[in-house]
């Protein structure tokens, strides 16, 4: 296994706990009203650039086993058909969050910078559980 795939298998767990974070978070903000902090703004940078880093981690991992610079079990046989719909679908959560995060920054009340990053973010994290390898490989296997 290599330390690219090792880094994005551990980085998984650290996008998945701050998306979790910054949604709670979104949803929690617009349902009480309350005032968009710097702290939800460091949540938003923290998300995007985690997601940023994954799919970064992910993209060399999907490419150096096409290039043959290491085997990952992942990629062989009929489980390639899902290693294409993981790549495809994770490019479309990091499209909502870059979305996400471009729509707070065009909101100008407190209210409406919470329930863009509640609705955006909160469907990235969706498509990122349902997109997740782990669980799919065990339900397949």
Do not use: C
């Amino acid at each position: 296994m290599s330390i690219i795939f090792l880094l994005h298998s551990i980085w998984r767990w650290v996008i998945l706990l701050v998306a979790i974070v910054a949604v709670g978070k979104a949803i929690f903000g617009w349902v009480t009203n309350q005032r968009w902090q710097s702290v939800d703004n460091l949540l938003k940078m923290a998300y995007t650039t985690a997601f940023d880093i994954q799919l970064l981690l992910g993209l060399i991992v999907y490419g150096g086993a096409f290039a043959g610079l290491h085997t990952v079990r992942w990629y062989t046989g009929s489980v390639m058909r899902l290693s294409m719909e993981h790549v495809l679908v994770m490019v479309v959560a990091l499209v909502l969050v870059h979305l996400g995060s471009r729509a707070i920054k065009r909101n100008t009340t407190d209210s409406r910078k919470f329930r863009a990053a509640a609705l955006w973010f909160g469907v990235s994290l969706l498509l990122m559980l349902a997109a997740n390898p782990t669980w799919l490989m065990s339900a397949t296997a």
